[in-house]
């Protein structure tokens, strides 16, 4: 009977995360267009899908779970926090889709990808697109430390679609141990923040977009609980980008997927 109710639990929790895959940003503000100038959004057929960041000329970083399986009808949009101003030269083909291998289901873990562009990326200081650092090491990050997410997704539980500007909202760090007795599971390569004990947090919408600590890249929007983000609930839950920095060197370096 205990080994039958173990996996029924772990069968729900599964259940909840992977309804529960996105990023709205719910009761954030608006971000200053001066600001997150390395933000991507990630459209498929010219809509909108997913978040994303620069983090090389060529290659923008997003969550694995944003699958799509044909870089034909795929293109990334930079140089504008307003969807609405979108044109031709903010569009930028993807030439190749490099998902994490041994990525299955967020509840698994290793939910990160990388998309190759079809022309690199013009940078400049007179140019209103940046790159975002990554980590060059294994993080520890300090509990209640501030970091911020940004996406465009709906700013209200219960909404569909995405909004026109990008919204960003700051979310203290949350303790990985405590984080996983909330959710009552084993969290692997995994960053806790917001959503917990908080009336703002992450939804539905917009995965992939960067937790953003100290300015630097250190996690992706990965899933959080069910569908109603009605905070305050269980804590969000991004990957933690210092866990793959091998894979990630290797095919920012060779510009091709690595196996």
């Not at 289901?105 to 079809?118: F, H, P, R, T």
């Not at 700013?155 to 949350?174: A, F, H, M, R, W």
């Not at 995965?207 to 969000?236: H, M, Q, R, T």
């Amino acid at each position: 009977m205990h080994a039958l109710q173990k996996c029924l639990l772990v069968t729900a929790v599964t259940c909840l995360i992977q309804n529960a895959l996105g990023s709205e940003i719910i009761n954030g503000k608006k971000a200053d267009e001066k600001s997150m100038q390395y933000m991507a959004s990630v459209q498929n057929n010219k809509k909108h899908t997913c978040g994303g960041f620069l983090v090389s000329k060529d290659f923008v970083m997003t969550a694995a779970h944003c699958r799509f399986e044909n870089p034909k009808s795929l293109s990334v949009v930079l140089g504008t926090h307003d969807l609405r101003k979108e044109n031709k030269k903010m569009r930028y083909g993807v030439k190749m889709i490099c998902r994490h291998p041994a990525f299955k289901e967020v509840a698994n873990g290793n939910d990160i990808m990388l998309l190759k562009l079809s022309k690199k990326v013009p940078l400049g200081n007179k140019k209103p697109i940046k790159l975002i650092p990554l980590p060059i090491q294994k993080l520890n990050l300090e509990e209640n430390e501030i970091c911020s997410v940004a996406g465009w997704g709906p700013t209200e539980p219960g909404k569909s679609g995405y909004v026109n500007e990008l919204q960003v909202l700051d979310v203290p760090i949350i303790n990985k141990d405590k984080c996983q007795k909330l959710w009552r599971r084993t969290l692997k390569n995994v960053i806790c923040t917001g959503g917990y004990k908080a009336k703002s947090g992450i939804c539905q919408g917009d995965s992939g977009g960067p937790l953003v600590c100290n300015e630097s890249a250190v996690g992706i929007v990965s899933f959080n609980n069910n569908n109603s983000c009605k905070y305050p609930d269980v804590p969000n839950v991004y990957t933690d980008i210092s866990q793959f920095l091998p894979w990630i060197t290797d095919i920012l370096k060779k510009k091709k997927c690595k196996g």
